[in-house]
């Protein structure tokens, strides 16, 4: 199996702001704008709230605006067709790099984004003015199988409003969710969603550093560099900490990055994705 460690949702060049770690704990990944594009942020809710108007509050970038919808994760966004299911699109130099890297059916994107804790003041979503930067796991989604518009003999349906069935996007691919994550202990868990909430589990920041600095579990040490992470296979990027920790100064650029679980047990993978998920053995 293969973790992809993928970076999605609004960022300093698309959108201008970080996402809200909502005053209740919990977590919205916010769509990079798309001009042009349907649905737009005023045709998506969150728990009654128009994405427009969290945008706007939080003095993000194309508020009234279309938006990127990708990946697609949490149903209740917007009214769904018969057959929705969660999905993510990839396209050009980056869908070239999953498919190097060998990524397909089973593999499983976790995805990731730059937070930031928020409150309520006079009525209206802002910052807190001294909360960290952070790196956050936001959603995942395991591999059922891929489709490519414009090669696949794709049927109409829900999958016309995914933005990745425009013509436009060269070498163009689209991943579809499994009904169910199919690994021992995730009976019953979503194949694709996003995690309700903030945990220790899922900060990729490195207490009181940059949110770039990242500390990850033991078993992504790199026994070989030239096998390490995708786009972190340079010795420099990563450390031990003074207790062992393994500590990665992530890439700037790039979007998908992948490792190989080959030569890590079954069990260490296990323990990790459970704390990842709050599943109980």
Not at 94 to 119: I, K, M, N, S, Y
Not at 136 to 147: A, N, P, V, Y
Not at 162 to 191: K, T
Not at 212 to 226: C, I, K, N, S, V
């Amino acid at each position: 199996m293969k973790i992809i460690i993928s970076r999605k949702g609004t960022d300093s060049a698309a959108g201008g702001i970080p996402a809200p770690i909502l005053p209740d704990g919990r977590l919205l990944s916010l769509p990079i704008p798309q001009k042009g594009m349907k649905p737009g942020y005023a045709d998506l809710s969150f728990d009654g709230l128009k994405l427009s108007r969290i945008m706007s509050q939080l003095g993000g970038k194309g508020a009234r605006g279309g938006c990127h919808l990708d990946p697609d994760l949490i149903p209740t966004l917007k009214p769904r067709l018969a057959g929705w299911q969660p999905t993510l699109g990839q396209f050009g130099a980056a869908q070239r790099h999953l498919e190097t890297e060998g990524v397909g059916p089973g593999d499983l994107f976790l995805f990731f984004g730059w937070f930031r804790q928020t409150e309520w003041h006079k009525g209206k979503l802002r910052f807190v003015s001294d909360a960290p930067d952070l790196h956050l796991f936001h959603g995942w989604l395991q591999i059922d199988r891929l489709l490519r518009p414009g090669s696949d003999n794709i049927e109409s349906g829900w999958l016309d409003e995914h933005p990745h069935m425009r013509a436009e996007y060269q070498h163009n691919c689209i991943y579809l969710a499994r009904n169910h994550l199919e690994f021992s202990g995730f009976e019953g868990v979503s194949g694709g969603g996003a995690f309700d909430s903030l945990s220790q589990s899922r900060v990729l920041t490195r207490p009181g550093e940059l949110r770039t600095q990242w500390q990850l579990p033991e078993f992504f040490w790199p026994q070989q560099f030239d096998k390490a992470l995708s786009y972190h296979r340079k010795e420099w990027r990563w450390q031990r900490g003074p207790d062992n920790e393994v500590w990665l100064d992530s890439a700037f650029r790039g979007q998908e990055f992948v490792f190989d679980c080959g030569q890590v047990s079954d069990t260490e993978i296990c323990a990790w994705l459970q704390a990842l998920f709050a599943v109980k053995e």
